[in-house]
């Protein structure tokens, strides 16, 4: 079932009709009139009247959805306000924290990481504790979560902090991208939640809200629907 966003709807529904219909009525005026006038003057004249016209209403247009945009954006966080849960890791979005959890929620539920999270966090609170735990330590810290590369990676993860960036995740989109067991949404989600730049973390939450959104049912998984 197609959700639509009301606000999104209605300008789909009127806006883009009005648009459209005027933005043809246009330029069928134009090329009527322009070919029709013969005194090169009042074509000039004619000419200089529609390009003002049709570039003001492709400025309120512009502006119409800039605003709808900026509505949107402030309905979904005050929506996010009112039900967002309560979770460990966003009492301090530190770069760390972030990315522990981050990597701990690929492929595991929300409810099943939590414990392990703060158990994790207790007993390797840093980069620096982390590159120094023992590989047996490490892994009965895992134990549970499965998928045990994911950890194996975040040991190189920190050894290379330490020796490259004095033992924290770099402020750098590119250069977390770069680091072992570190992808495309990981290193967005650092990057934005905890270093606030303005980079893009999606993932499938993000990719159905929109898709809900846009009124569209593409298959989400795909590359080129993303």
């Not at 043809?24 to 003057?41: A, Q, R, V, W, Y």
């Not at 893009?200 to 795909?222: H, M, P, Q, W, Y």
Request: aromatic share 20%; proline share 4%.
């Amino acid at each position: 079932m197609c959700v639509s966003y009301p606000l999104i709807k209605k300008t789909h529904d009127r806006f883009f009709f009005f648009f459209f219909f005027f933005f043809f009525f246009c330029i069928f005026s134009f090329f009527f009139f322009f070919f029709f006038l013969k005194n090169k003057l009042k074509k000039k004249i004619f000419f200089k009247n529609f390009w003002f016209v049709f570039s003001h209403l492709c400025y309120t247009y512009d502006m119409k959805t800039t605003h709808d945009k900026q509505r949107f954006v402030e309905q979904l966080l005050a929506w996010y306000d009112t039900h967002k849960r309560i979770l460990p890791w966003r009492d301090h979005p530190t770069p760390y924290a972030v990315w522990v959890s981050e990597i701990m929620l690929q492929q595991t539920r929300v409810e099943a990481v939590k414990p392990y999270y703060e158990r994790f966090i207790q007993a390797l609170p840093d980069m620096h504790t982390l590159a120094a735990c023992e590989d047996d330590s490490l892994a009965k810290l895992w134990e549970g979560l499965g998928y045990y590369n994911r950890v194996r990676n975040m040991k190189k993860c920190a050894c290379i902090c330490e020796e490259q960036y004095d033992g924290a995740l770099p402020a750098d989109y590119d250069k977390l991208l770069a680091l072992p067991g570190i992808g495309a949404y990981t290193a967005g989600a650092i990057a934005s939640i905890a270093y606030r730049i303005p980079v893009c973390a999606v993932d499938g939450n993000v990719l159905r809200l929109f898709s809900r959104v846009l009124c569209r049912e593409d298959d989400i998984t795909k590359e080129a629907t993303k």
